[in-house]
């Protein structure tokens, strides 16, 4: 087992810049997924993408309590519905808010294997799989929060 350090908002631009798409899954790639696993289950979190631990990727772990899922390059190919639910991150500690997403959506990606897949997420799976692609692309979830829910928790 091998714990990441979490990048936190405040302190580390990474968070904020694009990641690059996975040409190889080798087994660095491998590696990589295994501690991302690792550090989300290790900081409770149940979902995990690859710049929060400093890696500008474009991989994502989840876990909503169905079983870990790791995409690779993973991108939403369709979304329906709305659900507006609190939401917290890992690397912004302390804070939760309202953020309005889709009710279901359909990703694309890569297995660990190179397969390709589809997830079809809704309810909580919908809202990780979102939050977990917005980190792909150097978005938080505070930037998309309904300014007057945004709330300090302890």
């Known amino acids: ?3 990441r350090q979490i990048k936190l908002h405040q302190k580390d631009e990474i968070l904020r810049k694009k990641s690059k798409t996975v040409d190889k899954i080798d087994e660095r790639v491998q590696i990589l997924i295994s501690d991302m ?4 289950h290790h900081a409770d979190g ?4 690859a710049p929060q631990i400093g890696v500008l990727k474009r991989i994502v772990v989840i876990d909503v309590g169905e079983g870990v899922q790791a995409l690779i390059n993973p991108e939403i190919v369709s979304q329906t519905g709305e659900q507006t639910e609190y939401e917290g991150c890992l690397s912004i500690p302390g804070v939760r808010a309202q953020v309005k997403r889709p009710a279901d959506v359909v990703v694309k990606a890569l297995d660990r294997d190179g397969r390709e897949i589809e997830i079809k997420g809704t309810g909580l799976m919908a809202i990780a799989l979102c939050h977990e692609l917005d980190h792909l692309d150097g978005i938080l979830f ?6 007057e829910s945004i709330e300090r928790v302890t």
């Not at 696993?37 to 989300?40: L, N, Q, V």
């Not at 149940?46 to 993408?49: K, Q, T």
């Open 142 to 147: 505070i930037d998309k929060a309904i300014p």
């Open 37 to 40: 696993i690792d550090t989300m």
């Open 1 to 3: 087992m091998a714990f």
């Open 46 to 49: 149940v979902g995990l993408a």
